[in-house]
């Protein structure tokens, strides 16, 4: 497979990741955020706990988290996965305060630190099977980088995130620990 590097500017990415996140007024980025930290507590997440750590209502915040794009629920009606961050197996392990979820896409860490707190990241290169791991802080930080060169290959979104975000875009990223 040969893919040719384009580069791009911060603000282009930026921009692209916006226009293909559903705009959040400030009660649903905070129902957002409830959700990523109850997963990352490592067990499904309600619409209960969820509303009641976001401040809002559970009759206005289950119909918000069920209009969501991939969002992945069990079948007692609880998330399992949400925005970046699974219960399921994938291929990024992410570690918080000792539990290990997983991340969708190689770069999710690289926000879900700032939302949920200081992770241990582990993944591997997709072509050499290759252990690539790191520390990145919940202000961003990269530090205890086992391959300090590497980079990660990242698909700029073209259009609206839907419940395929995994296969549109999630195995399109990915670290290379040149």
């Known amino acids: 497979m ?29 129902l957002a955020a409830a ?6 507590a490592g067990e499904p997440a309600c619409i209960a706990a969820a509303a009641a750590a976001a401040g809002m209502p559970v009759p206005r915040a289950g119909p918000t988290l069920r209009s969501w794009p991939a969002v992945f629920w069990d079948g007692r009606g609880r998330v399992t996965g949400f925005w970046g961050l699974a219960l399921a197996e994938m291929p990024h392990r992410i570690c918080h305060a000792g539990i290990g979820p997983h991340a969708w896409c190689a770069w999710d860490p690289l926000f879900l630190a700032r939302v949920i707190g200081d992770l241990q990241v582990a993944t591997a290169d997709p072509v050499t099977g290759e252990a690539i791991t790191y ?4 202000d961003g930080t990269i530090s205890g980088a086992s391959h300090p060169h590497a980079v990660l290959s990242f698909l700029r979104p073209g259009q609206p995130w839907d419940d395929g975000v995994i296969t549109s875009f999630c195995h399109h990223s990915v670290h290379d620990p040149s």
């Open 2 to 30: 040969t893919a040719e590097a384009t580069a791009v500017s911060l603000d282009a990415i930026d921009a692209a990741l916006t226009a293909a996140t559903p705009g959040l007024g400030e009660d649903e980025q905070r």
């Open 35 to 40: 959700v990523l930290r109850l997963l990352s």
């Open 135 to 138: 520390h990145i802080g919940e």
